[in-house]
């Protein structure tokens, strides 16, 4: 945050201005306002359509329901007002000379349809979504709080994979990071009310929205195509998470859940409640205040199966105990049984304050803050065949029998914990004809890792084999399940905490006039953020003093294993009060403690100012919007390097730290174009040109270097052997094109028809690579380290439908096809949802599939290594006792779908879980 003085300080014309909002606002005469919602007054509604006919002046109602337009001749017009799932509204208006006109419009659901069609349930949830999508200037796909609540999604990622061109990433089963069109989460852009959210997680930029509570959630925008008022970064796309405003609904309201989950797998039932709370009240004549808050908490207890190959399969030579020749064939070097207990909780609430004075100046706080805790205790497996002699090996069968195998068993017990909060402070204001936005956003989000306790447990000298497969047949003496085998190796004791934390000042102005007789709009400002990212690794290794300890000191039942046999566990706590009572006597490896703690911990900082200016013209149907927007990037970075020298000519091992700092900096100018062409009502089509960035990773671009130096002595030559894992401060964002056209029919009632079409072009392209011979490292063997690298390409088509039917049945359906270069991480060539659900006054229910197909992750041993496609099944079903009251129950992985990740081939396993079905009932009590 040094930078952040200097900066306000650039900026302090803006902060005059701001400064200024609340003495200097007031309402030009010649407005129309009002505000449209149901029949009841307890719904407003988002993304209506208001057409002034004799002017062609088209405008969006907010997410209040407010609409506003200025400067309007003195006569007599036609207003018209649209929703899909509504019956259009057209009535007679007067505007008169200094004077603002107000007016209320209700709507009511079309002929044929039920009453509360565009108020309540899924339908509800649909037609907000569409709406908003439908008067959109850019490409966008919306989820409304109606709809995340009819699908059984405990996060806002899982909430999105049902989008057309979204897929998620799981851990343990659950949706964790979302993609868009293919790309990797990494180069997304997530806001929260408007604010960048920081990553809790060290090294990364991509959100875990899993940190999200879905009952927190008021809707979710995906933009697939950014005008230039929006960052810059954002490849894939931006994701903005709004959170429940009080004038979201009318009056007071509440909701209370009650949620039991039971996951088959680990035979647990986990609780879950969330709440939320809004009110309006009159602080005097055309001053309104609003409160609204939620809060949600669940506890979910479940595990997971796994079996791995560790360093994947390659070529081995090892020699032949029975003939004595050497034996070359395709094999693993260690694979691993492991077993998962893990309790998860999350904790999320919502504080946001509204004032509105007329609906034309409006201030707002919006605060979210999440906590998420993952506590796991892991028991692994570990073989490992590298040292042991061959005695048996067929390459066509991939079989192989060893004498002289290693095995390790290993425990991990890590409590983690998560937190994002987000405070948005800021306003709306009118001043003369222009209209002001600003706000000043603070985030801050991190993960602390206390007391981590990871323990090694060796044996040797086993006899073992195994088939390759899914999951690999293994076979050993007996001598593997006596635990008296196993001495203790190695304890390594950790306290890691990650943070990153950002400021911001946003200032946007626009200003509506008319050009050559069209309605036009122009809108420039600028937006200054600071941001700043720790990694702290605190770790003690210690390898010795432990007095021949073994394993069954420790012993308890075998875990419940369903993939093959696991043997005898190793009970949790015994090990943590062993550690406790005998840590003053272990002997601590320095030179590990010093590499692990100082190679991986970083301080890394970046400010981002930025500035743009946009053009919006209405031509008849068509809308034109053309601007550039201009960032520039300061980055900064400080870390170690740490090197180990092994030296076995003078016999010297030690390490040398020394610190390293980077300073870097680019800009970037980027321009845009977005037309949207409405043929009728019904039909638009859309065209963007953008151009898009994302800053590389912060574990990429941190100053870090770890180098191991060993000298040794052969033959009375003396050999100086070196390799080196090493940060790239100099790495540049990546670049992208983007071109997106899209064609959508809405049809009657609620429901649409879409199909698009995308391509991106992105230069700077981020790999690991070894670069031990880019003349930078002259003299080692081998240094990792990520490069920008070349160009990839990427062409997709996405189609989707939607449609409520009169009789209560429901159906969407969307498939995203992509064609993309092989280097592209994490990206599916085909991702599809399908969802059928019938809904009615009494009952709602639903029966969704979520598809993605293989995807690449990495190359290992010059072998491409895929994950398997997914196709999760998901049952929800509601009935209501009352208009208040719901009972729900929810099927999760209905078909027990699995994780699995192979190399090259499905018959070589690179990793297998297993997560379990779960099962949800629970009701709902509202006051809307």
């Not at 093959?564 to 706590?573: E, I």
């Not at 060539?829 to 690449?856: C, H, P, Q």
Request: some cysteine; aromatic content about 10%.
């Amino acid at each position: 945050m040094k930078n952040l003085l200097p900066s306000l300080f650039k900026l302090s014309p803006v902060a005059l201005v701001c400064a200024g909002l609340t003495v200097a606002s007031h309402v030009q005469a010649n407005t129309l306002t009002g505000q449209v919602s149901a029949e009841s007054q307890k719904t407003h509604f988002q993304g209506a359509k208001i057409v002034i006919k004799e002017l062609n002046r088209t405008l969006v109602s907010e997410r209040d329901g407010r609409f506003k337009i200025s400067k309007i001749p003195a006569g007599n017009y036609t207003m018209e007002v649209s929703y899909l799932g509504a019956e259009t509204i057209t009535q007679s208006i007067t505007i008169t000379d200094n004077h603002t006109t107000d007016v209320k419009i209700e709507l009511a659901a079309k002929a044929g349809l039920m009453d509360d069609i565009i108020v309540v349930g899924q339908r509800a949830g649909q037609a907000g979504a569409l709406n908003r999508q439908k008067n959109a200037l850019s490409i966008k796909s919306v989820v409304s709080a109606d709809s995340i609540g009819q699908l059984p999604d405990q996060n806002a990622a899982e909430a999105l994979q049902r989008l057309p061109g979204v897929s998620i990433l799981r851990d343990q089963g659950e949706g964790r990071f979302v993609g868009i069109r293919g790309i990797d989460p990494n180069l997304n852009n997530v806001t929260i009310n408007g604010t960048s959210v920081p990553s809790p997680e060290a090294g990364v930029r991509s959100v875990a929205m899993d940190v999200i509570p879905s009952e927190l959630v008021q809707s979710l925008e995906v933009s697939k195509t950014v005008t230039p008022d929006m960052d810059a970064s954002a490849v894939g796309g931006s994701i903005e998470v709004q959170s429940l405003s009080a004038f979201d609904r009318d009056g007071q309201s509440y909701s209370v859940t009650l949620q039991a989950s039971h996951n088959e797998q680990v035979s647990e039932t986990s609780p879950k409640i969330s709440a939320s709370f809004t009110d309006t009240f009159e602080l005097r004549k055309d001053t309104e205040f609003g409160i609204a808050t939620a809060v949600s908490w669940f506890e979910r207890k479940f595990g997971s199966h796994n079996m791995e190959t560790d360093g994947g399969w390659m070529e081995l030579e090892l020699d032949d105990v029975n003939t004595g020749e050497e034996v070359s064939f395709f094999g693993a070097e260690e694979i691993e049984q492991r077993h998962y207990l893990i309790t998860r909780e999350r904790l999320g609430a919502a504080l946001n304050f509204d004032i509105h004075h007329k609906g034309f100046k409006k201030y707002y706080l919006r605060t979210l803050y999440s906590e998420f805790s993952d506590d796991e205790y892991r028991q692994r497996n570990e073989y490992k065949f590298d040292k042991g002699d061959v005695f048996g090996a067929e390459t066509s069968a991939t079989k192989a029998y060893f004498s002289g195998a290693d095995v390790d068993r290993d425990t991990k017990d890590r409590y983690e914990e998560q937190s994002i909060l987000s405070a948005v402070l800021g306003g709306e204001n009118y001043i003369q004809d222009w209209f002001i936005e600003y706000n000043v956003s603070y985030s801050k989000s991190d993960e602390k890792e206390p007391n981590r306790l990871d323990a090694d447990f060796a044996g040797e000298g086993f006899a073992m084999g195994y088939i390759a497969g899914e999951t690999p047949t293994l076979g050993a003496d007996d001598r593997v399940n006596d635990l008296s085998q196993f001495e203790l190796d190695e304890i390594v004791w950790e306290n890691n905490l990650s943070e990153d934390e950002t400021t911001s000042f946003k200032l946007d102005l626009t200003k509506d006039f008319t050009m050559s007789g069209y309605n036009a709009q122009f809108k420039f400002g600028g937006k200054y953020s600071d941001r700043e990212k720790i990694n702290r690794i605190d770790a003690t290794l210690y390898d010795g003093g432990f007095n021949d300890t073994v394993a069954q000191n420790f012993a308890t039942h075998s875990p419940d294993y369903e993939i093959g046999h696991f043997g005898p566990g190793l009970d949790r706590n015994a090990i943590r009060k062993f550690f406790a009572s005998q840590q003053a006597n272990f002997e601590v490896n320095q030179l590990e403690t010093d590499i692990e703690s100082k190679g991986r911990s970083y301080d890394s900082e970046e400010q981002v100012s930025a500035l743009y200016g946009m053009l919006t013209v209405d031509i008849e149907n068509l809308n034109v919007i053309a601007g550039f927007r201009y960032e520039d990037t300061d980055y900064s970075t400080s870390g170690h390097r740490v090197e180990l020298i092994k030296d076995d000519v003078n016999d010297v091992e030690r390490v040398d730290i020394s610190a390293w700092q980077v300073e870097d900096s680019y800009d970037h100018l980027l321009p845009n174009l977005t037309l949207r062409y409405a043929h009728n009502d019904s039909l638009i089509t859309r065209f963007a040109f953008t151009q898009t960035i994302a800053r590389p990773s912060f574990g990429d671009a941190a100053a870090y270097q770890v180098i191991e130096t060993e000298t040794s002595e052969d033959d009375g030559v003396i050999e100086v052997e070196r390799k080196a894992e090493v940060g790239n401060p100099a790495l540049s964002p990546y670049e992208s094109t983007n071109y997106d056209f899209s064609i959508e029919y809405y049809q009657g009632a609620i429901g649409v028809l879409s199909a698009g079409l995308f391509h991106k072009s992105i230069d700077n392209f981020i790999a690991e690579a070894e670069v031990q011979d880019n003349g930078e490292w002259d003299g080692y063997k081998e240094v990792k380290q990520s490069v920008n690298g070349g160009e990839a390409e990427l062409t997709g088509v996405e189609l989707a439908y939607s449609k409520n039917f009169k009789s209560g049945l429901m159906l969407s359906a969307n498939a995203t096809f992509i064609d993309a270069d092989d280097n592209l991480p994490n990206q599916s060539d085909n991702i599809g949802n399908l969802m059928v659900g019938y809904e009615d006054d009494t009952i709602s229910a639903r029966l969704s599939a979520s598809y993605k197909s293989k995807s690449f992750i990495q190359t290992e041993n010059d072998q491409r290594v895929y994950q398997d496609d997914h196709l999760q099944l998901d049952f929800s079903a509601k009935y209501y006792l009352n208009e208040q009251t719901q009972v729900f129950f929810n099927a999760v992985n209905l078909t027990d779908e699995l994780l699995y990740i192979y190399q090259g081939n499905k018959r070589y396993n690179y990793q297998y879980e297993t997560y379990g079905r779960s099962f949800e009932l629970g009701f709902t009590i509202t006051s809307f």
